[in-house]
């Protein structure tokens, strides 16, 4: 699925704030988002979030068979995902030439700058290395993908901690946890990879673009360093032109966001460690409580509670009572009942009403059949659907009617 593009106004209200010197997100040009790592239970297991993307990172290792040309050194993998879960415009079980770059520059930035000693991962030489593997999922997309897996890389390499082995012969036994202590992986320096973006032909330059920024972009800028000020690795893409200036003022500011993002690493990592000796809370299960991982965590605002009853009770005394009159049940028929003054006629009693005056007056009056003698008989046909009734009557009676009519006249006349 591709990604939905952006309107022409949604393009030129992003160009014109970053001309104004503002960014959506309410950040300064320099800024960085807020950076969190959450630890798993198990080493090398972690969770990083830079404002709204996250990424997850977990190392394994196993035995495996070195490389004839470097017999004496372990290997190092990275993979990194990108699940239509972070993002719809992923497509899963095809690799993108997005997802090619990243692979590529976790690679030069983390492997080829020599930050983990491979030949301590050496067993037997020529014939048993540990053989490291660094998978990255990404969680959630929201811009600078590069900056949050390099961080969760090396974060969880520095973490993770590789079983321990004896050599017997040529017998290797690897043992377990409880047999004897998890040995950590042997780290020189940390390489952080730092983006920059450039906008109309290099005249603007953001740090730590978000998903869209990185759209209206005209080119970005990867720094990777470490806190000694060593540069790792440097990428270009975009094909705009920068000056030596504009590297270097890039250089200075990766330099400063570097120092203080290893430092919030270190301080995770002590945390972490420190939690697992005490044996508190540690891992996913000590975010759980504060939903870190399904939502994102609002600060918290404390609450003023001096003084609240004294309100309260103020509050209550200004009220005005209420009145000490008792309603009494007004009853309008059987069964039914009204309670209160005032108060308008809830059970559509009147309309009741109304409606059995309608219906006696729509009642006609029966003749009697004895009356009428056995010549006639009065037929009563009704519609149970509409409620109406209709009365036939056979000639015979009509002139009967006639007749008693005219001799109660003539007697009439004769009485005057």
């Given at each position: 699925m591709r990604e939905t593009p952006l309107s022409n106004c949604e393009r030129q209200l992003i160009l014109q704030a970053i001309a104004d010197r503002q960014r959506l997100d309410g950040r300064q040009t320099y800024d960085y988002r807020n950076i969190k790592i959450t630890f798993g239970t198990e080493y090398g297991c972690c969770i990083v979030e830079l404002g709204k993307t996250r990424v997850l990172a977990q190392v394994s290792c196993e035995l495996a068979t070195p490389k004839p040309s470097r017999p004496t050194e372990g290997t190092i993998f990275f993979n990194l995902e990108l699940s239509p879960m972070a993002s719809p415009a992923f497509e899963p079980g095809r690799q993108s030439e997005l997802l090619v770059k990243l692979n590529r520059l976790l690679e030069r930035c983390l492997r080829n700058s020599k930050c983990i000693d491979t030949e301590s991962l050496c067993v037997v030489a020529g014939a048993k290395v540990w053989q490291i593997r660094v998978d990255l999922h990404l969680l959630n997309h929201d811009g600078n993908i590069i900056d949050v897996a390099s961080i969760a890389a090396?974060?969880?390499l520095s973490h993770f901690k590789r079983p321990d082995v004896s050599i017997q012969g040529e017998e290797v036994t690897v043992y377990t946890a409880e047999e004897r202590d998890l040995i950590p992986l042997s780290i020189h320096h940390m390489p952080i990879a730092v983006s920059f973006a450039f906008f109309?032909?290099?005249?603007?330059?953001?740090?730590?673009?978000?998903?869209?920024?990185?759209?209206?972009m005209?080119?970005?800028?990867v720094i990777a360093m470490n806190k000694h000020r060593e540069l790792c690795t440097i990428?270009?893409?975009?094909?705009?032109?920068?000056?030596?200036?504009?590297?270097?003022?890039?250089?200075?500011i990766a330099g400063v966001k570097v120092a203080e993002i290893t430092e919030l690493m270190q301080k995770a990592l002590e945390n972490d460690k420190n939690v697992r000796k005490e044996g508190g809370k540690f891992g996913f299960a000590e975010s759980v409580p504060n939903k870190r991982i399904t939502s994102f965590k609002l600060d918290e605002v404390a609450v003023p509670t001096e003084g609240i009853e004294e309100q309260a009770e103020e509050i209550v005394s200004k009220a005005e009572t209420s009145p000490a009159v008792i309603p009494k049940p007004i009853v309008r028929a059987p069964g039914t009942g009204q309670i209160g003054e005032g108060i308008q006629n809830e059970w559509l009693i009147n309309d009741l009403e109304d409606d059995e005056d309608e219906d006696e007056e729509d009642i006609v009056p029966e003749l009697d059949a004895q009356s009428l003698g056995n010549e006639a008989e009065i037929i009563h046909l009704s519609d149970s659907e509409e409620e109406e009734m209709v009365i036939l009557e056979p000639e015979g009676c009509q002139k009967k009617e006639k007749k008693t009519s005219k001799g109660t006249q003539q007697k009439t006349s004769k009485i005057i």
């Open positions: 090396i974060v969880a109309q032909q290099g005249t603007y330059l953001l740090v730590d673009p978000i998903e869209h920024e990185e759209r209206v005209d080119g970005l800028l990428q270009s893409s975009g094909g705009i032109m920068l000056l030596k200036e504009q590297i270097l003022r890039c250089t200075k």
